[in-house]
């Protein structure tokens, strides 16, 4: 999951219907000037507002491998889930408070400016927007930072996880369908089609489908947390020796439809010690197939990919999204007994039909 931040409907009202006072009359370009200004403020002002959920992460020793911004506003991408609700707590809620102390400031700075200048104005709107980022990312529903902290609470209340993912997930997908109809009833009252009632149905439409996603990403989990390696260890089929030649069997079996990404290797004792990858053995030129050992390019087992059987299968999914692996092998008092496939998790977490009772 990550905490997206979204920029709010209000960004497009114009001054006089944000209730501030008309610009002064000046030069034209002072206006251009004033405008691009707060642009360039503005956004610098959301990149502060990711930067303070990276930081948060960073301390909590989660890195952050990018910040994302994109047309509804930005996101820190966090590269595993918080494994306490107080993380999950700081982590969301350093963003809004940051977005919020720079709002103040700028209301201070527009306070200290000569009244009626380009400059004041200009200082007002960028204190009420970041105000207002603040406040609109507050609300709680996922996948605002509001949801986040929502699902910091639960999760510290009732100690599941599962709940509170649940419950944020829902009142996000909730928010969303409120802001489509609020966009469509713009719509309808004002008979035209105003930048904000677009940015609001985008908006909902953003946050209902995200809502979605982290509700069934969140149901895959929890299946998951209630199974172990061992219900979808695959026992290996065929283990090719480090002495046979990348030839004849080996080729014909990499070749069929369903070829796993990689083979076992298995020692003269038969057994497995290092995987050789399909895709190495297709780049083994057709001249050099009989000549070339299976040994010769095969790869020790990294012991990060080694799994014990009895180990929750919602952890190994996590593992497996942030070091982009397809698959494990499973220990067995220090042999390799089979392996587990990713892909095999996923169906394993797949809802049931109907009737069925989960445990
Ligand atoms: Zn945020």
Known sequence: MTSDSVIPVRLFESAA?????????????????????????????IVAHEVAHALMAVRRGIAVPRIRLFVFGGVAEISQEPRAAGEEFAIAIVGPLTSAAIGGLFLA?????????????TAQW???????????NLLPGFPLDGGRVLRAVVWGITQ???????????????????LILFGVVQFFAIRTIGVQAIWAVFIGWFLWSAAR???????????LSSMVVRDVTRAFTQAPFP?????????????AENAPPVWPVADAGGDVYAMVATRDIAAVPPFLRETTRVGDISRAIDPADVLEPDTSLDGVLEDAQRRHRGYYVVNAGGRVAGWVFVGDLLRAGRPRRAGRQEA
């Open 17 to 45: 219907q944000a209730g501030l006072a008309p610009p002064p009359p000046g030069p034209q370009a002072s206006y251009w000037a004033g405008g691009l200004l707060a642009s360039a403020v503005f956004f610098a002002s």
């Open 213 to 223: 996603s982290a509700m069934r990403e969140g149901d895959l989990r929890r299946r």
């Open 126 to 136: 960028l204190g009420e927007i970041n105000l207002y980022l603040a406040a609109f």
């Open 160 to 178: 599941n996880v599962h709940t509170a993912t649940r419950v944020a997930s829902m009142s996000g997908a909730g928010f969303g369908i409120l």
């Open 109 to 121: 700075l527009a306070q200290a400016l000569p009244p009626a200048t380009v400059p004041r104005v």
């Open 243 to 255: 002495h046979d030649a990348v030839a004849a069997d080996v080729e014909s079996s990499i070749s």
